[in-house]
C-alpha cells in the first residue's frame, strides 16, 4: 500500500519550478524543498495551477507552504477540470481557513479521484470542515491523511472525517497511518466499515489500539466483504492473536494482509485458511 515517505534531493529554485509548470503536460512533480519559498512566489504557482489546462497528475509535497499559499492552491484546483490526483502531503495546511478552502474545493471540483493530505496537522476545526467537504463530494476514490512524524490529528477531528467517508459511495482507499485511532474513535472506524461498501483498501500503520476498540474493530473486519486489502503493520494486532486468527478464518475476501512485527503471535492455521482463500 503505498506509504508518504520523504525524499530528499537537489533544491530547485523556484524560477525553474515555475518554468515546469508553465510547460507542464501530464504529470508533474515539484516533490521536495523549493528554494524562497515566499508568499508571492507560492501565489505564483497556484495562478499556474489555475490556468494550466493539460496537468492530470501533481505532486507538491513537502514544501511546508505558508498558510496563504496553501488556501491560494485550494481555490486554484476549486474550479480545475483536468487533474486527477493531488499530492499535497507535508504543508502547512493547518488552520480553520485551510480546511474551508479545501471543503470548497472538494464540493466543486468533479475531477480529482487521489488526493493526498499526509502530514498536514490540521487543527480540529479544519478537520471538520474537510469533513464537511467530503460529504458532497462524489469523485474521490482516494484518501490518504497518514500522520507527520508521530503528530496525528486530534481524535475528534479524525471521528468527523471518519464520519463524513461513512456515507461516501466512491471512496475505495484510506490511508490513516500513524493516526491514534485506536482509543474511542476506533469504534467510528468500525462504523465505517460496517456501513461503507465501496472501501476496498485500508492502510492502519502504526495505529496502536485499545483492547475493546481493537475486538469491535475485528468483529466487523470478520464479516466485512468489500475490504480486499488491509494493513494492520507496526501496531498491536500481535497483542490479540485469538481475535486475528478468527477474523482471518472468517473473512473471504481478503486478498492483501500486512501484518509485519505483528504476525509473530499469529496461527499458522489462520494463515493457511488466508492463504488458500486468497488463491
Excluded at 199 to 214: N, R
Excluded at 236 to 249: F, S
Aim: neutral net charge.
Amino acid at each position: 500500500m503505498p506509504r508518504v515517505r520523504k525524499t530528499y534531493g537537489r533544491v530547485l529554485p523556484y524560477d525553474a519550478a515555475l518554468q515546469r509548470m508553465r510547460n507542464a503536460n501530464g504529470s508533474l512533480e515539484i516533490h521536495g524543498y523549493l528554494e524562497r519559498v515566499t508568499v508571492d512566489t507560492g501565489i505564483a504557482l497556484a495562478r499556474l495551477v489555475n490556468r494550466n489546462k493539460t496537468l492530470t497528475s501533481l505532486d507538491l509535497s513537502y514544501h511546508d507552504f505558508p498558510e496563504q499559499v496553501c488556501v491560494a492552491l485550494a481555490r486554484a484546483l476549486q474550479w480545475n477540470k483536468t487533474i486527477k490526483k493531488i499530492s499535497l502531503a507535508s504543508n502547512l495546511f493547518v488552520s480553520y481557513q485551510c480546511g474551508l478552502a479545501l471543503a470548497k474545493m472538494l464540493c466543486e471540483n468533479s475531477t480529482i479521484e487521489e488526493l493526498n493530505l499526509s502530514g498536514n496537522d490540521f487543527c480540529a476545526a479544519a478537520c471538520r470542515r474537510l469533513a464537511a467537504g467530503l460529504k458532497s463530494n462524489s469523485t474521490l476514490t482516494a484518501l490518504h491523511v497518514s500522520a507527520r512524524q508521530s503528530q496525528p490529528l486530534p481524535v475528534d477531528g479524525i471521528v468527523e472525517i471518519l464520519i463524513a467517508l461513512g456515507s461516501s459511495v466512491t471512496i475505495k482507499t484510506l490511508d490513516l497511518a500513524d493516526q491514534w485511532i485506536g482509543g474511542w474513535a476506533g469504534s467510528y472506524l468500525a462504523d465505517l466499515l460496517r456501513d461503507n461498501t465501496t472501501l476496498t483498501s485500508l492502510e492502519l500503520f502504526g495505529t496502536d489500539w485499545m483492547e475493546a476498540t481493537f475486538f469491535e474493530l475485528l468483529q466487523v473486519l470478520r464479516d466485512n466483504s468489500a475490504l480486499t486489502c488491509l494493513s494492520l503493520t507496526m501496531n498491536n494486532a500481535g497483542k490479540y492473536p485469538d481475535a486475528v486468527n478468527e477474523m482471518l478464518r472468517c473473512n473471504v475476501t481478503l486478498k492483501e494482509l500486512y501484518l509485519e512485527c505483528a504476525a509473530s503471535a499469529l496461527s499458522c492455521s489462520s494463515f493457511s485458511c488466508f492463504l488458500e482463500s486468497a488463491t
